[in-house]
């Protein structure tokens, strides 16, 4: 559906945001500790606590660690931290200066080595490599322990100032250990969750592409009939000239007043009888199955919207097998008597006894038996006919051949134009099903143009509908046209508006068009011209 996607990919951001985050929050209290060192010493209450014992080494140091954290601060945009080797330089230049800023202020006894507790923790959450970390740690105790010894030598300390020295090493030591060890609990964990994630993300993506390449339309109504979330099919059969992008937040209504008829009874009653309707005149024929989001809920439902053409085709095999059983009877019960009729007229018309009355109704006969028989015969070419094969047309090229050889066929006079300006248009459709579709539509145009104006002629139209993905063809005649209160029985079987007609080959015609993915209708033009419009799919070149 159009619905963004909530979910990032977990397994590429978590991790590297989690240690920005910590390298961050390790650099804001470096920079906060190294001002305060640096303000205990000008401070008059806090003097005499820091660099009692060499005040210029202290103020050094102390100058030299704000200077490092705000390079720091200064780096934070770039991806450093990310570095196990620059990590472990950090830390050993906090060592460094913690180290000789106790020094300064007498050792052990001022309790600035305290700090190293800190550092050697953070060392053991963001250095994942454990030898790196545990020897943070070691060098950590190492420089305690050695500075202690020098002020004891240098009679600064007394010996027994070894054994907090000591003491102090043992809790690095153990800080370093127990934080690696819950930092490694807690990395599995977020590995964990970060892989149930990256499933969750992966499984959402799956659906979303599931839903989207769908032929059912999807659509997420609310309560009020507003239309929330709906995939490509659901926009391809109710709103195909508008982008989905647009199609977020309008009512059901304005895609179709008779969908929106159907879910509003389904809301009120909860009953539905699945009834088809089109979207707009010429639209293929859809059908509208609604079911709620939460059972027993009175919230979001899903409308799920289906192309009614494949059951419609379905139904039209089956109903073509029917007829073909049935004409399959009639040939035989139909055809001999009839033969039979039409001989003993002909053989009537021959008597030499005949009256001219008599002989005009043997004509009568004759000729209703000839009209009797083309009604079989259509009725046969339905019964017999194969499935199509269908094949890529040229259709300019392929146009231009077929009235050519109609022309031959016809043998008498007529005009026939064709108008088709898109030379590489490529329409998918069994050549000899089109052959006798147009055939039969141009017979049709040049009858009805001979009535009305005493001349054969008509014209066919080519036009391309971008919104539907067709090719239009137009067989457009000069006659009389058809009444409105006629156009709907044009397709139905043995309707003709012609005495010698059979009523049989626009029906005909718009069964070969059905069982080629096709539409054939009456759509009279602009200037009121008569126009049967064949809608094939078309292929680009």
Known sequence: MNRPSILTNPVTTSSSKQNT??????????????????????????????????????????????ATSVVLMGSLSANWHQNHRYLFLVFLVDIAAITLLAD?????????????????????????????????????????????AR????????????????????????????????????????????????????????????????????????????????????????????????????????YSEELAYQYEHWRDSGLHRAQPFSVQEGAPPVIANFRELQPGSQGEALVFVEDYTPVTQYAQALKLTSLGRLTASIAHEIRNPLGAISHAAQLLQESPDLQAPDRRLAEIIQEHSARVNQIVESVMQISRREPPKPEYLLLAEWLAKFVGDYLDTLNRPADITVDCSYRDLLVEFDPENLRRVLGNLLDNALRHSKLATGHERARIEVALDFQSSQCLIDVIDYGAGVPPQDQNKLFEPFYTTVESGSGMGLYLCQELCEINNASLRYAPTNKGESCFRLALNKRAL
């Open 21 to 66: 985050t910590l390298f961050r929050i390790y650099v804001a209290y470096r920079s906060l500790l190294s001002v305060v060192l640096l303000i205990m010493l000008v401070s008059p209450n806090t003097r005499q606590l820091v660099g009692g014992l060499n005040p210029p080494l202290y103020i050094g140091v102390a100058i030299a660690y704000v």
């Open 104 to 148: 300064a202020s007498g050792g052990m006894v001022s309790g600035l080595p305290i700090l190293l507790v800190i550092t050697v923790a953070a060392s053991a959450v963001m250095i994942t490599n454990r030898t790196l970390a545990t020897l943070v740690a070691a060098l950590s105790v190492l420089a305690i322990l050695l500075d202690t």
């Open 151 to 254: 002020l004891v030598v240098v009679h600064k300390l007394a010996i027994n100032a070894l054994f907090p020295a000591g003491l102090l090493g043992l809790l690095l030591f153990g800080v370093s250990l127990m934080v690696q060890a819950i930092a490694n609990r807690l990395g599995r964990a977020e590995e964990l969750a970060r892989t149930r994630a990256s499933d969750l993300y992966n499984l959402q993506r799956l659906n979303e592409q599931i839903v989207q390449h769908m032929q059912t339309g999807i659509l997420l109504v609310s309560s009020e009939g507003r239309v929330r979330v709906m995939n490509k099919a659901a926009t391809g059969l109710l709103a195909p000239e508008r982008p989905l992008t647009v199609e977020q937040g309008r009512q059901l209504a304005e």
